[in-house]
């Protein structure tokens, strides 16, 4: 839903200046990903605390709905994540500040 959208969108951009995770086509699609999908990784644990707090203030219906699609969702990511340029198979350095 859409709360989710913009915490998604917002905690992207403050950790990635150039995060997008909804062009598929884009140069930055795979790398916005690992943000999410890249388990265990700092830039994950960024995103996931930053999200959390967010989430936490979105309705209960788009948070059982953002959950129920969560698992194919990485799954898709898991699936796919080689098939960008090698340099969109990982979180990059942020260009924007020059740190991981």
Known sequence: GPCIAACTDVTGKS???L???VDSNGPFFLTSLAYTFEHGTCNSRAFMTEF??????????????????????????????GNGPSWAKVPITDPCVGSP
């Open 19 to 21: 995060y997008d995770d």
């Open 15 to 17: 950790l990635f200046c």
């Open 52 to 81: 959390g707090m967010c989430f936490a203030s979105c309705p209960k219906k788009e948070q059982k709905a953002h959950s129920a699609s969560y698992v194919f969702k990485i799954q898709w990511y898991k699936d796919n994540r």
